[in-house]
């Protein structure tokens, strides 16, 4: 048993059951965002929030005990995204990286934005040309200190 264990009968239990991220996210009392992220194994759960999502998708006590352990965050299978939605996304690094790099510093200074004191709302915006997947990402900018 592992992590990735869990993860794949989580999965399985959401398409079997016809589950929603979003109905998951409302029971456990957090964003569907994170609640994601942590159901895919990116997260750790508290034991309430890991008892919660344990009864949603029919885990067994020990199943549920590694919802509660510090996973190995950022584990994608290779170093290049493969999946054409998760390439996309490395793509928009790859493209914009520069940029996001250059505006932050000009902005805020020498430092770095927050992927742990960080939230995200991912929307569907209607669009009549096709709908726009609209994406708010806010990090605490965090400045290199002199010492």
């Not at 059951?17 to 992220?37: F, H, M, N, P, Y």
């Not at 020990?62 to 994608?76: H, I």
């Not at 250059?102 to 569907?124: N, P, T, V, W, Y």
Request: net charge negative.
């Amino acid at each position: 048993m592992s992590r990735i264990d869990v993860t794949e009968k989580i999965i399985t239990a959401k398409v079997s059951k016809g589950i929603k991220w979003a109905d998951v996210a409302q029971q456990v009392g957090l964003s569907k965002e994170w609640v994601t992220a942590a159901c895919l194994g990116q997260m750790t759960l508290t034991e309430q929030q890991a008892s919660i999502v344990g009864e949603i998708f029919g885990l067994t006590a020990e199943e549920k005990k590694w919802l509660m352990v510090v996973p190995y965050k950022g584990s994608l299978p290779t170093s290049v995204p493969t999946d054409p939605l998760i390439y996309r996304f490395y793509e928009l690094v790859s493209v914009y990286g520069t940029t996001f790099k250059e505006l932050i510093h000009e902005e805020f200074g020498d430092g770095i934005m927050s992927a742990i004191d960080f939230k995200m709302d991912l929307q569907r915006e209607p669009n009549a040309a096709g709908d726009r997947v609209a994406i708010t990402m806010s990090g605490k900018f965090l400045p290199y200190k002199t010492y």
